[in-house]
């Protein structure tokens, strides 16, 4: 049989969690910038995003998003803690200052079901947050401690494929 399933800090699993940056917003051109409004219902979408010039304000190759990073919305009440994982990128995107990315590390758990672990734990998440009324803000530090459940690799394998095979089928 498996081994036994383990808590595990996101930072144990995760090479990289950091908060976006402010973009230098422009109407054409630039890169793909998410925000909050593209994160709902534990999906990404697209639309709502807007763009930033990155001559004028470089984006940081560590901020650029990636395929299976994990969206975690850090900011205000009502999104705090609303999370999705990235799939795939139509074109180079990267998030502002109110998402933070969560980027899993592959030598430590399935990047697809800590996705799917995350994704469990949007009101835990959300509670995470301090702050006043409004002006709610998830630590990146919070978020790094904040603990999952972490099965043996092969379960870990076996839950991402059937739950991603759910999701093929609901999409």
Request: glycine residues 8%; hydrophobic residues 40%; neutral net charge.
């Amino acid at each position: 049989m498996g081994g036994e399933w383990q808590e595990k800090a996101l930072s144990e699993v995760c090479s990289y969690i950091n908060r976006g940056a402010a973009p230098a917003y422009v109407d054409e051109g630039g890169i793909l910038v998410l925000n909050q409004k593209c994160v709902r219902d534990q999906r990404v979408s697209f639309v709502a995003a807007r763009r930033t010039d990155n001559k004028r304000k470089p984006v940081l190759a560590e901020r650029m998003l990636r395929p299976l990073d994990i969206l975690v919305n850090s900011t205000g009440v009502g999104t705090l803690g609303r999370v999705a994982q990235i799939t795939s990128l139509p074109e180079p995107a990267t998030i502002d200052s109110h998402l933070t990315i969560a980027r899993p590390d592959p030598r430590a758990i399935v990047p697809r079901y800590l996705g799917y672990a995350v994704r469990r734990y949007e009101a835990e998440i959300e509670a995470l947050g301090e702050g006043s009324t409004g002006q709610t803000e998830l630590a990146r530090t919070r978020l790094a401690a904040f603990t999952v459940p972490v099965a043996p690799e092969t379960e870990q394998r076996a839950i991402a494929h059937i739950l991603g095979t759910l999701d093929d089928k609901i999409e």
